[in-house]
């Protein structure tokens, strides 16, 4: 069984690379408290989700999703997430992710 | 043992028979050892079972100036247990050797019945030893002090114990009151899924069989589902995983059954109006990141055919005489985002057909290695199940499930077989 969730930030000049990894899901809701800390980013910065090394996320884990693109367009941040595989990719598949998300595969 | 002379007098007294010159108070605080922390302790009652006279004094003595006034004594072992019981002491100051009485044996005793398992007991004891220590924690001391005593340091060890019983109380009290309250939360949230003979009923008037399972993996949970008939031929069947967990989860349930409550019949015909105008209306009220997965079908008598929509729900399951099908549950979360839409999608359930509906609690459980059952594991854990009990394969499913993955899950756990007749 993989961990908790955790993250690690890849920073460019004018992009940002939060890179998901291990369970997410309800209980990491602190964990996701930092990684939205990490969008304190000037207006027009991009914002990546990799999620290629998440293993699994339950519908608690879509709601830190949706907080984070919510987050971005309040801060006028360009949001996208990319790198879904296996049960991450069905959910965000079966929740219609790709009508309200930008997804950059 | 010299138990008396080895109590040291306190600074200010004459260490006679009488306290004199009682320290000026104005309150607790006003002597250098009536320390203004924590809980005040004018409230709490303390026992002293000393069998010399002097020491019972003494002790009282430095129980006043921490503010104590509520005092009783006892000279025995069975003076001991009288007042424990008369007096219901929130703390017992215990001699651990004394002629008439085994401080050490009474103390041991004490902890051995359930009334006063909890009761700080502080023993002093003029032996210092490590040994003698051993064995006074052994009997289930709560602290220990050592002869002669310090007034500073007796004062600071009675109010350390009396303020953690206090919080400990509460804390209890506290943790009672929830329960209470969400063993009530969790009866309200069973009502809120059709009750069994009406279910029953229901199934009988329309040639259907059902089974259902409902369970929250806490007191109270997200998950809710409902059936009711309309038209005379169909029958709606409505399930919901609210996210999350717990109470907030709970009162989202509640949220969504009373809007679904409101909505007129005419308007349960089309499940994807339904869940538009559901989705609508959960957007307005609930928080960002919280919403719903749901699955909404009609079953239609009159030709036998199933009409639903979803919203993000795992895949139900149907079965055919050409086996285990799932069916395409995919779209926008319930309550995420403003302008979803939804799609209806038709597919025949014919006589013997069934579908199986169930919640993540169900296809997410994790065996004790840690691995996942996953929508396919469950796939193949309902044809196994149908394969051992046609008649009744939800029970059949149930004790599997449980068999590998334990009774207690982390989610909760919806699951529906209904059977057309």
Same mark, same amino acid.
């Given at each position: 069984?993989?961990?908790?969730?955790?993250?690690?930030?890849?920073?460019?000049?004018?992009?940002?690379?939060?890179?998901?990894?291990?369970?997410?899901?309800?209980?990491?809701?602190?964990?996701?408290?930092?990684?939205?800390?990490?969008?304190?980013?000037?207006?027009?910065? *991009?914002?990546?989700? %990799?999620?290629? +090394?998440?293993?699994?996320?339950?519908?608690?884990?879509?709601? $830190? =999703?949706? @907080? &984070?693109?919510?987050?971005?367009?309040?801060?006028?941040?360009?949001?996208?997430? *990319?790198?879904?595989? %296996?049960?991450? +990719?069905?959910?965000?598949?079966?929740?219609?992710?790709?009508? $309200? =998300?930008? @997804? &950059?595969? | 043992?010299?138990?008396?002379?080895?109590?040291?007098?306190?600074?200010?007294?004459?260490?006679?028979?009488?306290?004199?010159?009682?320290?000026?108070?104005?309150?607790?605080?006003?002597?250098?050892?009536?320390?203004?922390?924590?809980?005040?302790?004018?409230?709490?009652?303390?026992?002293?079972?000393?069998?010399?006279?002097?020491?019972?004094?003494?002790?009282?003595?430095?129980?006043?100036?921490?503010?104590?006034?509520?005092?009783?004594?006892?000279?025995?072992?069975?003076?001991?247990?009288?007042?424990?019981?008369?007096?219901?002491?929130?703390?017992?100051?215990?001699?651990?050797?004394?002629?008439?009485?085994?401080?050490?044996?009474?103390?041991?005793?004490?902890?051995?019945?359930?009334?006063?398992?909890?009761?700080?007991?502080?023993?002093?004891?003029?032996?210092?030893?490590?040994?003698?220590?051993?064995?006074?924690?052994?009997?289930?001391?709560?602290?220990?002090?050592?002869?002669?005593?310090?007034?500073?340091?007796?004062?600071?060890?009675?109010?350390?114990?009396?303020?953690?019983?206090?919080?400990?109380?509460?804390?209890?009290?506290?943790?009672?009151?929830?329960?209470?309250?969400?063993?009530?939360?969790?009866?309200?949230?069973?009502?809120?899924?059709?009750?069994?003979?009406?279910?029953?009923?229901?199934?009988?008037?329309?040639?259907?069989?059902?089974?259902?399972?409902?369970?929250?993996?806490?007191?109270?949970?997200?998950?809710?589902?409902?059936?009711?008939?309309?038209?005379?031929?169909?029958?709606?069947?409505?399930?919901?995983?609210?996210?999350?967990?717990?109470?907030?989860?709970?009162?989202?349930?509640?949220?969504?059954?009373?809007?679904?409550?409101?909505?007129?019949?005419?308007?349960?015909?089309?499940?994807?109006?339904?869940?538009?105008?559901?989705?609508?209306?959960?957007?307005?009220?609930?928080?960002?990141?919280?919403?719903?997965?749901?699955?909404?079908?009609?079953?239609?008598?009159?030709?036998?055919?199933?009409?639903?929509?979803?919203?993000?729900?795992?895949?139900?399951?149907?079965?055919?005489?050409?086996?285990?099908?799932?069916?395409?549950?995919?779209?926008?979360?319930?309550?995420?985002?403003?302008?979803?839409?939804?799609?209806?999608?038709?597919?025949?359930?014919?006589?013997?057909?069934?579908?199986?509906?169930?919640?993540?609690?169900?296809?997410?459980?994790?065996?004790?290695?840690?691995?996942?059952?996953?929508?396919?594991?469950?796939?193949?854990?309902?044809?196994?199940?149908?394969?051992?009990?046609?008649?009744?394969?939800?029970?059949?499913?149930?004790?599997?499930?449980?068999?590998?993955?334990?009774?207690?899950?982390?989610?909760?756990?919806?699951?529906?077989?209904?059977?057309?007749?």
């Amino acid at each position: 069984m993989s961990a908790a969730m955790d993250f690690s930030v890849r920073e460019a000049p004018a992009s940002t690379e939060i890179v998901l990894s291990g369970r997410m899901t309800f209980a990491d809701h602190d964990t996701f408290r930092d990684v939205i800390a990490t969008f304190e980013r000037p207006a027009g910065h *991009r914002m990546v989700f %990799d999620l290629s +090394r998440l293993d699994f996320v339950d519908s608690s884990g879509l709601g $830190m =999703f949706i @907080i &984070a693109r919510d987050t971005a367009q309040r801060r006028n941040l360009d949001f996208a997430i *990319r790198g879904a595989r %296996d049960e991450v +990719r069905r959910l965000i598949t079966i929740a219609k992710f790709h009508t $309200m =998300f930008n @997804i &950059a595969d | 043992m010299g138990h008396a002379r080895a109590m040291t007098a306190a600074p200010g007294t004459d260490g006679g028979d009488t306290p004199t010159r009682p320290p000026p108070r104005t309150g607790a605080g006003a002597s250098v050892y009536g320390m203004e922390l924590g809980i005040p302790l004018d409230g709490c009652r303390v026992l002293i079972a000393d069998d010399s006279a002097f020491n019972r004094r003494t002790l009282t003595r430095f129980l006043q100036w921490a503010g104590i006034t509520q005092v009783a004594f006892a000279a025995s072992a069975e003076e001991v247990m009288e007042r424990l019981e008369s007096f219901a002491p929130d703390l017992l100051l215990l001699d651990a050797a004394m002629p008439r009485m085994d401080g050490i044996g009474v103390c041991r005793s004490l902890r051995g019945d359930p009334r006063w398992r909890d009761l700080p007991i502080l023993m002093q004891s003029a032996l210092h030893s490590d040994q003698m220590r051993t064995v006074c924690f052994s009997a289930g001391a709560t602290d220990l002090i050592a002869k002669p005593i310090n007034p500073g340091e007796c004062i600071a060890r009675v109010r350390y114990h009396l303020e953690r019983r206090s919080m400990v109380r509460e804390l209890r009290a506290f943790h009672k009151r929830v329960e209470r309250d969400l063993r009530q939360a969790r009866a309200m949230q069973l009502a809120l899924v059709p009750e069994e003979a009406e279910l029953a009923a229901l199934a009988e008037r329309n040639g259907l069989a059902v089974d259902s399972v409902f369970r929250a993996s806490d007191e109270i949970g997200g998950d809710f589902w409902t059936a009711f008939e309309f038209d005379g031929t169909r029958v709606g069947i409505f399930a919901a995983d609210l996210s999350g967990h717990g109470i907030a989860a709970a009162i989202n349930a509640f949220r969504l059954h009373t809007l679904l409550t409101r909505t007129p019949p005419e308007e349960m015909r089309d499940p994807a109006g339904l869940l538009r105008q559901l989705n609508g209306r959960l957007c307005e009220i609930l928080p960002l990141g919280q919403f719903a997965t749901a699955f909404y079908g009609v079953i239609d008598r009159a030709d036998d055919t199933l009409l639903y929509a979803a919203a993000a729900s795992p895949s139900p399951l149907l079965a055919t005489s050409f086996g285990f099908q799932p069916l395409d549950a995919s779209g926008p979360l319930l309550g995420a985002f403003g302008e979803s839409a939804y799609t209806n999608r038709r597919v025949p359930l014919r006589r013997g057909d069934a579908l199986f509906l169930y919640s993540d609690g169900l296809s997410e459980a994790r065996d004790a290695g840690g691995a996942m059952l996953g929508e396919d594991g469950l796939l193949r854990l309902a044809e196994r199940a149908a394969a051992d009990a046609p008649d009744r394969p939800l029970p059949a499913l149930m004790a599997r499930h449980a068999a590998i993955h334990g009774e207690r899950l982390t989610d909760d756990v919806t699951a529906l077989w209904i059977t057309l007749r």
